[in-house]
Each structure stands twice: as C-alpha cells, then as structure tokens.
C-alpha cells in the first residue's frame, strides 16, 4: 500500500478557486493511479477525478467536468486537484486514493488519504 498525504483544503466563497495536493510515499509515482473521491455530509463518497499512471489519461465527474483538473508531479511524487469556480455543493471532505489500475469506484483504491476539507459559501 501506498501512503498518501493530503493538504490544501479551507474555507473559500463561490467562484474561488483552490489547489489539493496529495503526496505520496512510494519510491516512484510511476505506474501508480491516482485518483480524488469526495464525500460531502450525509451522502456516500463519490469519485471526483482520475489520472492514469504515465499521466496521460484522466477522467473526470460530470460535476466537476471543466472546473477541475487532475494533475501529477512524478519528481515531487505529488499529484494535484486544481479547483476553479468552485460551488457550495463542492463542499466535502476530499480524499485521495491510489491503485495500480484505473477505476472510478472507492473498490478500486486500496491505499487512502485522511482528507480534507472544503468548504465553499455562497
């Protein structure tokens, strides 16, 4: 398994923009998935967005399609979440997740971060 670190959450208002990070404790990110789940109060984890191991591949939720973009660092072993214009209904606790294979399910992931939190005012 691999350990995973995330940082850069906060408290921001509507239309702001934020940038998570994830870093990861492996000798080498490459041929590690990585992936962002959210969960927000009161509702099940959901799958945000998705970068495949060489970086070439990403996927994202139709709700963040166009707002948010996945990204990775191989020399920093850091990947990224870069949120723009972001909503109230963005707010949740967000998490990171890696696998050797792409997947768009928590049972995908077997190595998770602790998460953190955003919160976005209207």
């Known amino acids: 398994q691999v350990q995973l670190v995330e940082s850069g959450g906060g408290a921001v208002q509507a239309g702001d923009s934020l940038r998570l990070s994830c870093a990861a404790s492996v000798r080498t990110l490459q041929d590690v998935v990585m992936a962002w789940f959210r969960q927000a109060p009161g509702k099940e984890r959901e799958f945000v967005a998705v970068?495949?191991?060489?970086?070439?591949?990403?996927y994202y939720a139709d709700s963040v399609e166009g707002r948010f973009t996945i990204s990775r660092d191989a020399a920093k072993k850091t990947a990224y979440l870069q949120m723009n214009n972001l909503e109230p209904e963005d707010t949740a606790v967000y998490y990171c997740?890696?696998?050797?294979?792409?997947?768009?399910?928590?049972?995908?992931?077997?190595?998770w971060g602790r998460g953190t939190q955003v919160t976005v005012s209207s």
């Open positions: 970068i495949g191991g060489r970086g070439g591949y990403t």
């Open positions: 997740a890696a696998s050797q294979y792409i997947g768009y399910k928590e049972s995908s992931y077997n190595s």
